[in-house]
């Protein structure tokens, strides 16, 4: 099951998305800079009108969107800034020409590709920050947060939220199967999971397990069922401290893995 994509900070747009005047003027207004980068290099009202769409939403999401989910204000608020008429269209003719203004706004903005191999490419750098982060957190959303802000520091272009999902949630598997299997290791090692192994065993005489037992809830505060919960509380106690077998997980992995348990 894929994480919400709006559990987590991973920028998006789409064509019916409705864009405040406040967040047009901040996030798509055409610098002086960029208009005079626009002007130099781009012949042709298409070629740069086409060319600041693709710059001002890259910049602003960290990925490059498809032409049709562009939102129709973003094009108008575009087209105003650089003087075009009204009845111009936002398309490419060739696939190429798209490729080369890809290529040359990543160059301007001093962003590195996805697709990079090597040592540090942002893939090994999103491996590194999700092993980090699956230390202490549990949640695949916590998790990709924190690695779409390690990519964002070292100037990354983002991938596919699909993909960054995959990553995370495969790593984040990883860490918990080690930190299981270290439980299981510490709790064999003293004895303790043939005792736990047992309680799903329902015993002679018995209607049901110490496993059903043990997930029973308190009853009513009366004198007689206090004076059974007291023998219960013995009985857990036999089993002995538990809290040195979990020392090494963090507090908040171990509430959320309490409540996965309990679900």
């Known amino acids: 099951k894929m994480t919400s994509l709006e559990r987590t900070a991973y920028p998006c747009l789409s064509a019916q998305k409705s864009i405040s005047g406040k967040t ?26 086409n060319f600041a769409i693709q710059l001002k939403t890259f910049q602003n999401l960290g990925y490059f969107i498809d032409i049709s989910e562009t939102p129709k204000s973003i094009q108008e608020f575009i087209k105003k800034q650089l003087k075009l008429p009204h009845n111009l269209k936002y398309f490419y003719d060739h696939p190429k020409t798209l490729l080369r203004h890809k290529d040359r706004i990543r160059e301007y903005l001093k962003v590195t590709p996805w697709s990079t191999k090597g040592e540090g490419s942002a893939q090994r750098v999103a491996m590194h920050a ?80 110490a496993y059903q037992k043990l997930k029973e809830s308190p009853k009513a505060p009366t004198v007689t069922n206090f004076r059974d919960y007291v023998s219960y509380h013995d009985w857990l106690m036999e089993l002995g401290c538990m809290e040195p077998y979990l020392k090494d997980i963090t507090k908040i992995k171990l509430k959320q893995f309490a409540e996965e348990a309990k679900s």
């Not at 996030?27 to 009108?49: H, P, S, V, W």
């Not at 439980?183 to 003293?190: E, G, I």
């Open 130 to 209: 999700a092993y980090t982060a699956s230390q202490t957190m549990n949640h695949p959303a916590d998790i990709i947060n924190f690695v779409l802000e390690a990519l964002k520091r070292k100037s990354f272009e983002l991938p596919a939220f699909s993909t960054i999902d995959r990553l995370v949630r495969h790593v984040r598997s990883k860490i918990n199967q080690g930190i299981f299997q270290r439980v299981t290791d510490y709790l064999k090692a003293h004895h303790i999971l043939e005792k736990l192994d047992k309680f799903l065993l329902v015993e002679k005489d018995e209607s049901y397990s």
């Open 24 to 49: 047009l003027d901040t996030c798509y207004t055409i610098t002086t800079e960029e208009l005079g980068y626009i002007n130099q290099y781009l012949r042709g009202n298409r070629q740069r009108f």
